[in-house]
């Protein structure tokens, strides 16, 4: 069911609570490599306060585990913050506590406040009801806008909206409303690209994916298991031996729901993963003792690209082969342009999977490139994200 989001309530000399995700890659000297976070979360933080709101922004940055870590401060997350809206943002030293009291206290409208990581706070990943009780004691509305955190239930996305009035923000909006658009009545054909590097990741993804979609294309590490379950010799290629019941259970599944199961036809393969390794196609009867399977082969990527010109809906999660390796990148960028050639609604989402499209250059060319990892992959599960579940309903 839909959400009720920010543009639902009206916002006026109320104080925010916005839950974010600033959780940005940074370098050994914590220096921001990558702000696309702290961007993707500007279009609800300049709304709040376009309404004559004041906002408390809270985020987590990596894994502090319950204890203060100087290295894992917001400094420079405020820094940047400050430098992309134009705007004084006061930064708190704590995450909640008499100085976020007091500083809360004294917001007017037009205001920003960065509380401290909150998972500095022992109480924030065991979703700890008195912290949430202390974030809604700030506020007078609860906003989330951290998609990329919805599959985990903490006390600054989920446990504060059992004080507040709970919606979503902008981005939470555009995510769920674009991944429900794979699951739920979807343009057909429905074409599930799945790869990257393991069957153990992506086995409930795929699960979901035999109940909707029309086809599932494989490929990456995971495409080696299947083809393995089919009696196929696979080298030195990656493989689960312990997943190759529950392959062959899948196939048997697809067969008896019709669901076109696509496997690689033929592959890359090579000795070793290097740039300047003998790379080699081969059929899928064929490949060499001693060597491994890094991408699929030119006859697939054809096979591949022709469904996905014909798709109505593509769905694509994981790499298809080692694309960060010259040799075996071309797989993933085939499909990458495939993807973006074709009319259809395309949405990408996995952390490799949406830097191979960047690489290919044609992230620009796809309806939605989705900002979780895990969130994404659990929504694809077909899983409620206790993060949604907690704001409102229309
Ligand atoms: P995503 O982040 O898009 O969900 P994964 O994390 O599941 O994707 O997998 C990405 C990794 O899988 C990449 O690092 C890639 O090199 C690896 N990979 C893809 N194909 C193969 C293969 N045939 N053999 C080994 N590793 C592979
Ligand atoms: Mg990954």
Known sequence: MAKKTVKDLSLAGKKVFTRVDFNVPRNESGEITDDTKIKAALPTIEYILEQGASVILASHLGRPKGQVKDNLRLDSVAQRLSDLLGRNIQKADEVVGPEVTEAAAGLKPGDILLLENVRFHPGEEKNEPELAKAYADLADIFVSDAFGTAHR??????????????????LMTEEVENLSK???NAKRPLV??????????????LKNFLEIADSILLGGGMANTFLRAK???????????DKLMQASEIMQLAANKDVNLCLPVDLVVADEVSADADAEDVIIDSVPDGKMALDIGPKTREIYADLISKAGTIVWNGPLGVFEVEPFARGTMDIAIA???????????????VAAVEKAGVADKISHLSTGGGATLEFWEGKELPGIAALEDK
């Not at 599930?192 to 993804?205: H, N, P, Q, R, T």
């Not at 993807?339 to 999977?353: C, L, P, W, Y």
């Open 339 to 353: 993807v973006a050639n074709s009319q259809a609604f395309s949405i990408i989402g996995g952390g490799d999977v």
């Open 192 to 205: 599930a690209i799945i790869g990257g590097s393991k069957v153990a990741d992506k086995i409930s993804v």
């Open 153 to 170: 239930a903490h006390a600054s996305n989920t446990g504060i909206a059992a004080h507040l009035p709970s919606v979503a923000g902008l």
């Open 231 to 241: 009696d196929y010799n696979m080298g030195r290629s990656l493989l689960e031996e």
């Open 182 to 184: 794979s699951l739920h």
